[in-house]
């Protein structure tokens, strides 16, 4: 009886493993993901301008309406629309 209870609880340790293993995938470091975001305070003209909505109007207006404390000023200035500032906002940042 006491074998069978020994294999029974080295089965369960074995299936129960898996569960309880830590994620080896290290997530991506923060700085690699501000890396990717446009600066709006430093992009050029031309590079604004490949923002999604944003085409070489807006992309002049932005440049003009440089510093930005934050990147809803975009939004709050009435530089961008909403709906323009909403596909946007994931992709930018606006460093001092």
């Not at 999604?52 to 510093?67: D, H, T």
């Not at 909403?82 to 001092?96: F, H, L, P, R, S």
Request: aromatic share 4%.
């Amino acid at each position: 009886m006491r074998k069978l209870l020994i294999a029974a609880s080295l089965a369960l340790a074995t299936l129960a493993a898996p569960a309880f293993a830590q994620d080896k995938k290290a997530p991506a470091p923060a700085a690699a993901k501000a890396e990717a975001l446009m600066d709006i305070n430093t992009a050029s003209e031309k590079d604004l301008a490949t923002l999604p909505g944003i085409g070489e109007a807006r992309a002049k207006a932005i440049v003009k309406g440089r510093p930005y404390k934050g990147k809803n000023e975009l939004k709050d200035k009435k530089i961008v629309p909403e709906n323009v500032y909403d596909g946007i906002k994931d992709k930018v940042i606006a460093k001092q």
